[in-house]
């Protein structure tokens, strides 16, 4: 009986936490535009150091000063897309160009 009940009880409780996760993400705004994924995270960094400096107060440790990361998530949000859309836009001019050089190579190789 326990066989059975132990693989539905982890699968049921790696959907919750999945589903927990997905959850909070869109409650955030972190699945939203570029603004509201700023927003959440200038709110994280302002929420995090408080919270890991009481963490460590009750625990004892002690952290090295994280290091300060100039980031915009606004400036880097599609540079990924408008990549990708470049490389497309002057993709046929490069396949001419290769074909061009490879047919040159071809005849060099025949002469």
């Known amino acids: 009986m326990a ?3 132990l693989p ?4 049921a409780t790696k959907v919750t ?3 927990g996760a997905l959850y909070v993400a869109y ?8 603004e ?4 959440v995270l200038s709110r994280a960094k302002a929420a ?3 919270a890991v400096d009481e963490w460590m107060k009750y625990f004892g440790f002690e952290l090295p000063a994280p290091p300060k990361i100039e980031f915009s998530l606004q400036e880097s949000w599609n540079s ?6 470049s490389a497309l836009s002057v993709a046929p001019t490069s396949v001419c160009e290769y074909t061009n050089q490879g047919i040159q190579y ?3 190789l025949t002469k």
Not at 8 to 11: G, I, Y
Not at 36 to 39: D, F, K, L, V, Y
Request: charged share 20%; glycine share 18%.
């Open 3 to 5: 066989a059975r009940i």
């Open 8 to 11: 539905v009880a982890k699968l």
């Open 17 to 19: 936490v999945a589903g």
């Open 27 to 34: 409650d955030t705004g972190l699945l939203g535009g570029s």
């Open 36 to 39: 509201q994924g700023s927003e």
């Open 48 to 50: 995090i150091p408080p």
């Open 80 to 85: 990924g897309v408008q990549k990708s859309i």
């Open 106 to 108: 071809l005849k060099n």
